[in-house]
């Protein structure tokens, strides 16, 4: 599928990266279908864009590469809803808030984005009683400075 991006360009996504959110992500209720874009699958960032509005582009995070004790309860009926099969784990991201100092960027730990790779589909969820925060430092001691190789 084409998608054209104001931040990437033209982009070819095939289909089985482009995820259809059935109720739209919290705040774009009109906007289901986005392209999953990563250009380094060792990376722990990538991106959500928006397969009908070039301007909207959400970068998401794993949030296990930064938060190791993170931990989601999600309702059974959400996986039920999403079609997941039996021993199918859900792929969780959250939305990164990207401000001018990098260090300051933040994610949204209560409303992480479940993904099922199997048939495409994800949805925001909003988990109620969560000890996290919904503006989580990525970098509560600053941006990590690239290794020296020593």
């Known amino acids: 599928m084409l998608v054209q991006s104001t931040r990437f360009g033209k982009i070819d996504v095939p289909e089985g990266m482009m995820l259809t959110f059935s ?3 919290p705040g774009f209720s009109e906007e289901k279908k986005f392209a999953y874009l990563t250009d380094d699958v060792n990376s722990p960032f990538a991106y959500l864009q928006s397969a009908h509005d070039p301007d909207l582009t959400f970068m998401v995070v794993d949030p296990f590469s930064f938060f190791r004790h993170y931990s989601i309860d999600m309702d059974d009926q959400v996986l039920r809803d999403m079609d997941f099969k039996p021993g199918t784990e859900p792929q969780i991201l959250s939305i990164v808030k990207v401000p001018e ?12 984005i479940v993904v099922n790779w199997e048939n495409c589909r994800a949805e925001q969820v909003i988990l109620s009683g969560s000890p996290f925060s919904k503006e989580q430092r990525l970098f509560p001691f600053g941006v990590p400075k690239a290794g020296n190789g020593k």
């Open 23 to 25: 109720d739209g992500i």
């Open 101 to 112: 100092q990098a260090e300051q960027m933040t994610t949204n730990l209560i409303a992480p």
